[in-house]
């Protein structure tokens, strides 16, 4: 019993280093720079690096969700109040008070309004002023862009 | 006790003699001195290599994570102990679980585990016999119950006191006794039936 026992031992540790080896030299070769002892602190690491992963995630998710819908109601509402303050203070005065603050941008809009309505107004005072110039260049058939290439195809015929 | 002849620097019984948990970083030396013998302990108790190294590496991050509540009560190898066997009992769990989702093991048969012997054996006949012993044994702790084997290869593989097989299994010494015995004699009428 006595030997039958430590030979049961015996062949438990012969095993146990053996797998332990093989458990090793696998690590080894999957490029694992670290001891195989070691490999728990690894597994520690990517769990923590994982539910920092998570939670950065989530946490841009929850902000995004909360502005996204913030910042489109007020692109919606800059759109919507924009054109019709201007006639609406002319066209439609007789409205009621509570009708007129529902219809009434916050601040932040009413402020914004002004600044959006310039500045496409500004664009499309630059895109008239670039259209007119490149037709008058069309016009005298000689584009200022092509000016040069034309010089020199004017030189290149008279030779 | 031929555990304490296995761990080399002892320094569980220098926390133990000052009662104080020794610092984080003094982890890694714990991890590298007591890993071999909780992937022994699991892997005679699975039969499985790579089920045996998931619950040391999870025995290991548990006793990472939980490293500031062990006040020195007993030897660290022993409070590891305990957590691997906690760890296998939910193993056992799961997997009585998994049985009906027709889950395999990769557990190895008896027969095979009992080829792994040391070329101590001076003759082929006696490595022949000794082997045909292993396997007897192998199969003997295969017929005992979950607390049975760990009982017996607490004491038989780990060679732990009866306190510390007690303190590790959370049981008292006399019911690790009264299962020891159990499990010893199935050992012997395995052996002594068949030689």
Redesign the interface.
Known sequence: ?E???R??????????????A??ESGARRAGRPTPA?????M??GA?GATVAACALAALMLTSGHKTEPRQMAQAVAVRQSAPPTAEATHAAPATTDSASRENQPTTLEASMAPISNKASGDADDSDEKLLAGIDSDIAQGTPKALAPMAGWMSDSAER | MAATTTMPGHISEQWMATKEAPDRADFDQVAREYRPQIFRFLLSSTRDAELAETLTQDCLMKAYRNWNSFRGDSRVLTWLLRIAINLQKDQWRNRRLQFWRQTTTNAVDVSEAGNWLPSEASTPEQQVAARQQVKLVWQAVEKLSGRQRSIFLLRHVEEMEIAEIAAAMGLSEGTVKAHLSRATGRVREELGGRQ
């Open positions: 019993m030997q039958a026992i030979s049961f031992r015996q062949s438990v540790t012969a095993w146990s280093e053996k797998e332990a093989r458990v002892w070691l490999s728990w602190w597994a520690a769990a």
